[in-house]
């Protein structure tokens, strides 16, 4: 597996990590926690060096299955794990207010992250949403003493908007930013990506697969679990499902000609787009998993992403990418 550099800090990760957020949470009933061992033992087998997980992801659950499963090679592997949901002591995620980045909470998470994880360090510590009731120089100085204490290496956001970035970085050098990125949401070249790259800050794109669409098995008639969270996806309803394949279907007709899957062309091209991304796509079986890491050898052309650029572009998708409330703690 290929390595890239996240930021100016010398972060260096598999240019494919591993999302683990599904093993455990929020995309259905999950894997059996020895499976998700197993998962994700095999990913590192396999060259990634970066496994991503939450708190809140559970809550807690996700943590203690990536702490159990890096245990035997914790020094060879980044770790990135979040704060910022407002969760209480049994581990319910409050409402009111759904977000909590005070200082005391991040050293509170931190120290409880450090235990789940098994380890002596976060490698990588991302405030989850943007608090609006805690100004993000407050979250970067607290980051910045956790760093100095040794608790954690380097820090990041997750999707924040440019100027936010800039305060945070301005405090506290900030490693790389997590928001989602694919051929189906590439609203952050806009703005965001020219800001990381003016800043040095690497890029870690979530749902680079879509959550699954572009991988070509989702359609209409697709059901999900009850707790899936993309029942409550705009962009994932039946209407626009059906809609949106038309995106899936010119992928698929390009994989085709490059003798690649669906999902691999959609990896290929994050990839292709700055040196300094590092995707994280999730799974939960070990033949999707090797098919994702495939992607790393898919060589993609200027004219191959000039090409998809052309196919793509000329489909407008549907849906909104988040349901109104979750929608309303995205910060641009």
Same mark, same amino acid.
């Given at each position: ?21 599904? /093993? ?81 909470? /991040? ?57 936010? /970035? ?25 703005? /965001? ?140």
């Amino acid at each position: 597996m290929k390595k890239r550099r996240l930021g100016n800090g010398g972060l260096e990760v598999s240019a494919i990590g591993l999302g683990c957020m599904g /093993i455990s949470f929020g995309l259905g009933p999950g894997l059996d926690r020895n499976d998700g061992v197993d998962l994700i033992r095999a990913a590192h087998e396999r060259g990634v060096t970066f496994f991503d997980t939450a708190e809140v992801y559970g809550p807690w659950a996700n943590e203690e299955v990536v702490g159990e499963a890096v245990a035997p090679f914790r020094d060879e592997v980044v770790i990135a794990t979040k704060f910022g949901f407002n969760i209480d002591a049994e581990g319910k995620q409050q409402q009111d207010p759904p977000l909590n980045s005070r200082p005391e909470r /991040i050293r509170q998470v931190a120290d409880a992250s450090l235990k789940r994880l098994r380890t002596d360090r976060i490698d990588l510590f991302y405030q989850h949403r943007v608090d609006p009731s805690v100004p993000i120089e407050d979250v970067a100085g607290t980051i910045k003493d956790l760093m100095n204490e040794g608790k954690v290496r380097h820090w990041g956001l997750s999707e924040a908007g440019v100027d936010v /970035i800039r305060r945070a970085h301005a405090v506290q050098p900030v490693t790389a930013l997590q928001n989602e990125y694919s051929l189906w949401w590439r609203e952050p070249e806009q703005e /965001i990506m020219p800001a990381l790259e003016e800043l040095g800050i690497g890029f870690v794109p979530f749902s680079p697969l879509g959550k699954g669409f572009l991988t070509g098995k989702i359609d209409q008639s697709t059901e999900f679990a009850p707790n899936d969270f993309r029942n409550t996806v705009p962009r994932f309803s039946e209407e626009n499902r059906k809609a949106n394949h038309a995106l899936v279907e010119r992928i698929a007709r390009f994989a085709e000609s490059k003798g690649a899957t669906p999902a691999q062309v959609a990896l290929a091209w994050v990839l292709a787009q700055k040196e300094w991304i590092a995707p994280i796509p999730g799974t939960t079986k070990l033949h999707r998993l090797e098919e994702n890491l495939g992607a790393a050898d898919v060589e993609l052309t200027r004219d191959d992403l000039r090409e998809l650029d052309e196919l793509t572009s000329q489909i407008e998708v549907r849906g909104n990418r988040y349901s109104e409330a979750a929608q309303k703690m995205v910060n641009r």
